[in-house]
């Protein structure tokens, strides 16, 4: 019997059923080493050496496959092919003490041939893909247990740091920054909207020249000077000018990379990057697509050859370019030994009973499809319309028509960003021929500032910028939002106070920690290290000098008060008659004596929700409660009153700790209930903090929905 080891159950389920009897696949359930939680991991006076220890949960499973493998005849490592993977591999190797011999196989996908062939071609573990893995660990822990308690001595508790989310936060500051001083620039748009002569098909033409000049975007900028242009084109004629007409060629978008779909799969389907890993991860352990972490848009022959012999059956042979699309890939040193992220099998339509999975595989279907079908053509005609005005005044119009749907019968391209100008349909128009007027629109407009950051469009950024890798990009965005740095509220980024603080800290003090070409430096470090180019401990070591006595500088010269100013109030303390000051605690800002610590009084900063709210006890009974400390403790008389933690604002018994109880205060939509018609939907939270929508007779109605309802009764 031959031993072969992956990573997770449903991968081992998949492949035992591919290489069939004489195989036992078994799962390693990740990671079967890790550097520990407690404390750093990394000898730092011993060249960095990494501390590795096999986590309690792991050592069931060492124990598993060491009894697997001494009864097997050969061990083989089938982790995933990446970097991660390729150290997995030797993690199990270094937790068994295998002294005998093994071989390491990898596959991009999980099919019958795939298999065969990495049989065929097993190797052992390449140690240059697991040193690189190691020092992006090494790194990030020294960069993370290191500046971690400096953010909490100099800010406060709980805070974090870290290489790649950091310089995600920071471009999420800039650009509310950016929007923030943002000065709107008032201009006016000028158009025409004409038509044939004796036709009722309309069309738009936007102002071009003044004469000799062109107008620019911004050339107008009053209503003035709009009412001039309307007066001399009062009484005007128009008529045809110069007519170009061409054809326009549009290629279709390359296979997808782990960003791409992680940006299409947000535009498209609205997954979260993490949501869409998890389903990609499943679709590729259950042996449907390609492996799901590259940054490389390459396709195998074999599956060009089969992706065009279904465009023929399904689409015709006028859909198969003569010559294969071949796609850049733009990372600097994708592996282009690894595929884009396609179909295992091209036949295969469906792929999951799931629907979400199911979604996702269409995409990744449709995509890989198009990107071997023929280029979309297009008609294009642009005009210049003229006038008979004393100065004259020209309008230009461009239209668009699809002479071939090629690729676009199947899939198109999302954009975050709306087209600046709209696609219309010109009539077949002749240099020369008169044309009708039918209204002139002058419109005032503003310019506008950047656009927040979407899910999509921080993943691209960071792409652009050389920061992150495949495998980094989704746990990035659940990182800074899970820290409290930066919220997403309608599918754009917006940093939190904290956040902004935090930011201004590292950027002030740790500049290389976020400097944008010192993050991207160090992936081509990395990179450098897989191709064997590099030590790894020589990389640490010249980053961790300077940094290390960063912060021990730091760590001397700053103090809390340098980075946040106490705003005085001038309400004073009720018990030492000094004045109140709002300081940044734990969970956010708070009202305390500016006589601390020899005053120890404290309050909440209470917002106008908090006058009016909902009270629910551990009976799930709730209650509205005109101001929320005038409540009184069901258990032992004391007064409720309001704390903030973790998952926000709730009650507690002043009597803490004799008296532990405590209350959620609830927010509640106005509405009843769909399911029991009697008790009203209210904002609830899961042990992780997630904010769901159920019923208030909670247990008695099991109504829950993730969506904030919207109806009748919520304003």
């Known amino acids: 019997m031959n031993l072969v080891i992956v990573e997770s159950p449903a991968k081992a389920k998949t492949i035992e059923r591919y290489l069939g009897k004489g195989y036992k696949v078994i799962a390693s359930f990740g990671h079967v080493r890790d550097l520990p939680k407690s404390d750093l991991g990394v000898d730092v006076d011993k060249n960095f050496e990494p501390k590795y220890l096999i986590p ?79 020092a992006r660990r090494v790194l990030d822990r020294l960069v993370g247990y290191k500046l971690s308690p400096l953010l909490w001595k100099k800010i406060k508790s709980g805070l974090s740091a870290g290489r790649v989310q950091s310089v995600a936060v920071r471009l999420i500051v800039e650009r509310e920054r950016e929007i923030r001083a943002f000065v709107p620039q008032e201009f006016w748009q000028v158009q025409v909207e004409l038509s044939k002569q004796a036709e009722e098909k309309k069309f738009k033409a936007g102002l071009f020249s003044i004469g000799a000049k062109k107008v620019a ?156 079908m023929s280029n979309a053509i297009f008609n294009v005609i642009e005009a210049h319309i003229l006038t008979d005005t ?57 310019t506008e500032p950047p656009k927040r950051y979407s899910e999509a469009m921080l993943v691209k950024k960071l792409e652009s910028m050389g920061i992150g890798r495949p495998s980094t990009y989704a746990p990035t965005l659940s990182t800074i939002q899970d820290r409290g740095y930066v919220k997403l509220a309608e599918k754009r980024f917006y940093p939190e106070e904290i956040g902004e603080i935090v930011n201004d800290f590292l950027v002030n003090h740790f500049d290389n920690v976020v400097d944008y070409d010192f993050t991207a430096k160090m992936e081509d470090e990395f990179d450098f290290i897989a191709d064997g180019e590099r030590d790894w ?84 009974e709730t209650e509205t409660v005109s101001e929320a400390e005038q409540e009184k403790c069901e258990k ?33 939509s106005g509405i009843k209930c769909p399911e029991c018609n009697d008790g009203e939907v209210v904002q609830r939270r899961t042990k992780k903090g997630r904010i769901f929508w159920g019923c208030s007779k909670y247990p008695k109605c099991k109504y829950a929905t993730w969506e904030e309802p919207k109806g009748e009764g919520k304003e």
């Not at 124990?63 to 993690?91: F, P, V």
Request: glycine fraction near 4%; aromatic fraction near 8%.
């Open 636 to 668: 032992c008389g004391g007064a409720m009153k309001l704390k903030e933690g973790r998952f926000g604002k709730f009650l507690a018994c002043e009597n803490y700790p004799k008296c532990k109880n405590t209350k959620a205060i609830i927010k509640s």
């Open 217 to 372: 975007k911004l050339d107008i900028k009053t209503k003035s000077e709009a009412e001039i242009i309307k007066t001399d084109l009062k009484n005007a004629s128009y008529s045809v000018g110069e007519v170009t007409s061409k054809k326009s060629e549009r290629r279709p978008s390359a296979p997808f990379t782990t960003s791409t779909l992680q940006m299409e799969a947000s535009r498209k389907l609205g997954y979260s990057a993490k949501q869409t890993m998890m389903l990609a991860q499943r679709l590729y352990e259950a042996g449907k697509i390609t492996y799901m972490r590259t940054d490389s848009a390459n396709l195998s022959k074999q599956a060009v050859d089969a992706i065009r012999e279904q465009i023929g059956k399904q689409y015709g042979a006028k859909y198969l370019p003569a010559v294969q699309p071949v796609y850049q890939t733009k990372t600097k040193k994708a592996q282009e030994a690894h595929e884009a992220i396609r179909p295992s099998k091209v036949t295969d339509l469906s792929a999951s009973s799931d629907s979400r999975e199911q979604r996702l595989y269409e995409l990744i279907w449709k995509r890989t499809v198009a990107s071997q």
């Open 390 to 446: 004393k100065q004259e005044y020209a309008f230009f119009a461009k239209g668009e028509s699809l002479a071939f749907d090629g690729f676009i019968r199947v899939y198109t391209e999302s954009r975050d960003e709306e087209e600046s100008s709209e696609n219309i349909s010109l009539p077949d128009l002749k240099q020369g021929e008169k044309l009708d007027f039918w209204n002139l629109f002058c419109d005032q407009k503003f």
């Open 537 to 620: 401990r020589k990389i640490i070591a010249d980053f961790y000098a300077p940094f290390s006595a960063g912060i021990k500088e730091k760590e001397a010269s700053i103090n809390k008060s340098d980075i946040i100013k106490d705003e005085i109030l001038e309400e004073k303390c009720p018990d030492c008659d000094n004045n109140l000051v709002i300081k940044l605690g734990r969970y956010g800002k708070f009202i305390a004596c500016s006589n601390y610590p020899k005053c120890k009084y404290s309050r909440p900063i209470e917002s106008k929700e908090d006058a009016t709210s909902s009270v629910i006890d551990e009976n799930g």
């Open 56 to 134: 309690s949960n792991a050592k069931k499973t060492i124990a598993t496959i060491k009894e697997q493998a001494a009864k097997s005849k050969k061990l083989y490592l089938a982790t995933d092919l990446d970097r991660e993977g390729e150290a997995i591999s030797w993690h199990i190797l270094e937790a068994l003490k295998w002294k005998k011999d093994y071989q390491r196989i990898t596959f991009s996908e999980i099919t019958k041939d795939a298999l065969e062939n990495a049989l065929k071609n097993a190797r052992k573990i390449d140690m240059n893909l697991v040193d690189a893995q190691q």
